[in-house]
């Protein structure tokens, strides 16, 4: 990497901890260290909540996920508008008029400290190995830049976080989010413009947006109502909804966003904005996935995304013995040979195919151009299987090695295509991503881990020390469950799931606080932990297919299969149901000693 892109990525990573570090370091109240004294405008709100979900994660992933499986992806934050809106009339209103540091705070009010436990130590989990994933999503860019071993790097990145959001808590996670969100969008308007500019010499910006269309790619909404299938309009809208309702109204990593604020008013606009500001982003990156994918059309692409197993491959192929050295084997270094030369010779024909569609399109014969988009997603499939089998040659001839490499595909165009400078741009991107959303999650960790757990045995400043010493504490517990991470398909999709598997839970607590007075904290404990072991269980036999069935036709059949999202509105529907008849039972009165019933 040229010097002047380590000067831009390692400046603005230096500036804004540097800056978050020298603004905070006098912060002692726990109001301002646990809250932010309540300072931020609605501007500064909205931000600070788009920096939190917007994670390295979302500019690693999301495009890969565009370019793998196009736009439909998008319709996952459909529910979100109608969620902010909800939050903003209901749940703000309430944590505001509770003075509360944390929402599991209000939690304990309603109930009892019980079920305050329950929640907060459901976020815990969630949250703890959910920012595990935000450490190791930057740290597959740094360890592909620097040839670092990944381990190393996931240190440095979650070091650098815990430097600022330790001297500053809740106010140095503000104030840093402000110049964060200013680099990625920065860095994503020049990456469209380039990625556009780069077509152009082949294809234009409309006619890229038709070819993708013609393979796939451009289909935003699907209205099938089938519980299997991930991402729908109604998986979106109802699903998608009660997620984003919880994560925005009951995960302390953005309740602790807009309680920042100066008024009920200030975080009331500030999470509407957000709520209009989302759909738009996420489309855009997906876009640029997708648009990747048409560049890729008429460009050589890797038969392996991540660069270092090719290499790996490579040296051993290189060496031409029949035993590598520990930890490898060399026989399959032939048919990952083959598969490459397979890979190069598809890359061609996939281009010389693509400029026929463009040239069947611009004179418009419609015949000849569905013709070529046939043809040219059959040499696509064909070309897929390659590298599938090229991956299957790398798990073979590397001992351990992680073939996954779909979050590699945007890094990978950035590193190979992009001029000396910008890319210094993009990966500051992608490092303050992850910065803003894991600063977020450790702040808010240490405040539930202070204020809810720890609560009796803190007050004061004693309070703002001991939540320093647990945003460390759990700083080094994220880096070490980033290194299980790996296992993982796709990082947006994982990080999805697991918030799918808890928020639930949570998210029907709040609610029978929120709008059921009747039902008391025995009956919603009770609830919350039938039915958070429920949500757990039938994801397991889920996933490993326990009742699954094959068909005739060969086709696996899981009769108890349930897309992700749907647990986000089937485990707060359980919770608010077992709740009340909880209650009703519990509420029942009892027959004294002695009596007897009526005859």
């Not at 604020?261 to 509407?272: D, H, K, N, Y």
Request: aromatic share 14%; net charge neutral; charged share 15%.
């Amino acid at each position: 990497m040229h010097w002047l892109d380590w000067f831009i990525l390692l400046g603005t990573l230096g500036f804004i901890v540097g800056y978050g570090v020298w603004k905070t370091k006098g912060t002692r109240t726990a109001s301002r260290y646990l809250r932010g004294d309540n300072e931020d405008r609605w501007w500064a709100v909205t931000l600070s909540v788009m920096a939190t979900q917007a994670s390295a994660i979302t500019f690693l992933s999301t495009p890969g996920q565009g370019f793998l499986e196009g736009m439909g992806f998008v319709q996952f934050y459909f529910g979100l508008p109608l969620a902010m809106v909800v939050i903003a009339w209901v749940f703000i209103p309430l944590f505001y008029r509770a003075n509360v540091f944390t929402a599991y705070e209000y939690i304990g009010k309603r109930f009892d400290e019980r079920t305050r436990l329950l929640t907060a130590i459901l976020f815990l989990i969630q949250r703890c190995l959910s920012t595990g994933f935000t450490i190791y999503a930057p740290s597959i860019v740094l360890s592909k830049v620097l040839h670092w071993p990944l381990s190393w790097t996931c240190a440095f990145i979650g070091g650098l976080v815990i430097l600022y959001t330790t001297t500053g808590g809740a106010k140095a996670v503000g104030v840093t989010h402000k110049q964060q969100m200013a680099v990625m969008f920065g860095g994503l308007f020049v990456a469209f413009g380039l990625l556009v500019h780069y077509l152009s010499s082949s294809v234009s910006f409309s006619e890229s947006l038709d070819l993708a269309g013609a393979l796939g790619k451009m289909q935003v909404i699907d209205t099938s109502w089938d519980p299997a299938t991930k991402y729908t309009l109604w998986s979106g809208l109802i699903g998608g909804f009660f997620l984003q309702l919880s994560y925005f109204g009951t995960d302390q990593s953005q309740v602790q966003r807009y309680l920042g604020g100066e008024s009920i008013r200030q975080a009331r606009v500030g999470l509407l904005l957000n709520g209009l500001l989302k759909i738009p982003m996420q489309f855009f990156i997906l876009l640029i996935g997708v648009l990747v994918f048409v560049f890729y059309l008429f460009n050589p692409s890797p038969v392996h995304w991540n660069e270092a197993n090719r290499q790996a491959v490579e040296n051993i192929a290189a060496e031409r013995s029949g035993t590598a050295g520990p930890g490898h084997i060399a026989t399959s270094f032939p048919n990952a040979s083959a598969m490459a030369a397979r890979h190069d010779l598809l890359n061609t024909e996939i281009a010389g195919m693509a400029g026929a569609w463009v040239e069947a399109h611009r004179s418009g014969r419609t015949d000849e151009e569905k013709r070529a988009a046939i043809v040219l997603s059959q040499a696509l499939e064909q070309d897929g299987r390659v590298r599938e089998g090229y991956q299957d040659a790398v798990a073979s001839t590397i001992e351990g090695a992680d073939t996954n490499d779909k979050d590699y595909i945007f890094i990978t165009w950035v590193m190979d295509h992009l001029p000396v400078g910008v890319i210094g741009l993009l990966l500051a991107m992608i490092f303050c991503a992850g910065m803003g959303s894991t600063s977020s999650q450790l702040s808010a960790l240490a405040t539930t881990a202070i204020v809810d757990v720890f609560r009796k045995q803190y007050e004061g400043s004693d309070r703002v020390i001991a939540t320093k010493w647990a945003t460390v504490a759990f700083g080094i517990l994220s880096l070490l469950f980033a290194a299980i991470f790996p296992l993982f398909e796709n990082l947006i999709q994982a990080v999805n799931i697991l918030g799918s598997l808890f928020y639930g839970t949570i998210l029907g607590i709040f609610l029978v606080a929120f709008f059921i007075k009747h039902v008391q904290g025995t009956a919603v404990f009770v609830a919350g932990v039938f039915v958070q072991v429920l949500v757990l269980a039938h994801y397991a036999l889920d996933h490993y297919n326990v009742f699954a069935i094959m068909d005739g036709d060969s086709v696996v059949h899981d009769p108890i299969e349930v897309a992700f999202l749907w647990y986000n509105l089937i485990a707060p529907a359980l919770v608010v149901l077992s709740a009340m008849l909880l209650q009703a039972v519990l509420a029942r009165p009892k027959v004294e000693q002695g009596a007897h019933w009526p005859s």
